[in-house]
């Protein structure tokens, strides 16, 4: 088992997020898919499950992808994270500003 990474196979992860993101749609709402921000991802663990995600985004047109790990790595400043994946009050701060847009695009239809 690793020490980083929940074990949820990829087959089942993507299974589970296109079952919700269906149940999402079917009510007329809208999903933003946004895998974990680490501050090391060197070893790739999470590319595959974020490469997932964005193909749902790109399958359904009521879901949106955040490259979340692009995103934050931009940032300069304070630290994003008190450890290696738990976001401080800037990284959250931050977060928030990278979702914003995204948030409005689906409550206004974009």
Do not use: C, W
Not at 12 to 34: F, Q, S
């Amino acid at each position: 088992m690793s020490e980083h990474v929940a074990e949820v196979p990829l087959p089942d992860a993507e299974e589970n997020l296109r079952r919700l993101a269906a149940a999402v749609g079917a009510r007329g709402g809208g999903l933003i898919l946004a895998p974990e921000f680490v501050r090391d991802d060197s070893d790739g663990q999470l590319r595959a499950y974020g490469a997932m995600e964005a193909k749902i985004a790109a399958d359904l047109p009521f879901v949106r992808y955040v490259d979340t790990q692009a995103a934050m790595e931009t940032f300069t400043g304070e630290t994003l994270l008190v450890d290696r994946n738990h976001l401080s009050r800037v990284g959250a701060e931050h977060l928030a500003t990278v979702l914003r847009p995204v948030v409005e695009g689906l409550i206004g239809g974009g």
